[in-house]
């Protein structure tokens, strides 16, 4: 999990350098913002692979907010929340908006990078998606999720790897909306590189192959400024 992209948002200068520092040389590729407002505005403009999010954060939208906003477009992507020492409600307040784990300052840095490490472990764990069965039908097309053979009303073909991990993605998530920033790290890993047009790409390609009519997709739907949705029957 070296190289994994990880945003920090810290506005305590100290405690940020010193964690930068040290995710550095483990490795990660460590973004750093000072508050909720900025982080919201990486979180789309970048793929993340863990979030590092203080609890208390200046400027109006503390770490609670922001978790909560993360949850709502990302489901699964990992968040350790720092928070202040023998505050137990900040602990459960931020688990109960989604946050996977927490530290309480002054954290122990060998122990934070533990973490950091095993939550990264199971989420690469996690994201392999929900049990299927082994062949999946919507409207007049079916797919076969262990060989990636597919066919529609016209021809039979064969999904690259891809989009089969893609298609499977959608199948088990079905009438969710799966954000851009999701899609490209279940999809593509650890790339951060989302200014790539290469999910839209693929939606093309999808809708092309099992849209009845590509230019207006009732299967592979976007959604405006959020990502996009399935549904098995339109
Ligand atoms: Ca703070």
């Known amino acids: 999990m070296n190289n994994a992209p ?27 913002v000072e508050n909720g407002e900025d982080a919201l505005i990486e979180l789309n403009r970048k793929t993340f692979a863990l979030i590092i999010l203080d609890r208390m954060l200046p400027d109006g939208l503390d770490g609670l907010e922001v978790c909560r ?22 602990r459960i307040d931020g688990l109960s908006e989604g946050a996977d784990d927490y530290l309480s300052k002054p954290f122990n840095l060998s122990e934070l990078l533990l973490r950091v490490h095993g939550m990264l472990r199971r989420s690469a764990w996690y994201r392999t998606p ?3 069965e082994r062949s999946y039908s919507f409207g007049a097309s079916q797919i076969d999720l262990d060989s990636g053979e597919a066919k529609n009303q016209e021809s039979h073909f064969q999904l690259t790897e891809l989009e089969l991990r893609m298609l499977k993605l959608f199948f088990s998530h079905e009438g969710e909306v799966l954000s851009r920033a999701y899609l490209l ?14 999910l839209d790409n ?15 997709p009732r299967h592979f739907v976007t959604v405006r400024g959020q990502g996009y949705v399935f549904y098995k029957k339109p």
């Open 130 to 132: 929900a049990r299927l």
């Open 202 to 216: 693929f939606i093309v390609r999808l809708r092309k192959y099992f849209e009845k009519n590509p230019a207006r």
């Open 185 to 198: 790290r279940a999809v593509w890993g650890m790339a951060p590189d989302t200014e790539t047009r290469t």
């Open 6 to 32: 990880i945003l920090l948002v810290e506005d305590e200068q100290h405690i940020a350098q010193g964690l930068i520092f040290n995710l550095r040389q483990e490795g990660y590729l460590v973004t750093h």
């Open 69 to 90: 906003r993360i949850r709502a477009l990302d489901p699964q992507l990992p968040i350790l929340m720092l928070t202040a020492m023998g505050r137990e409600q900040d």
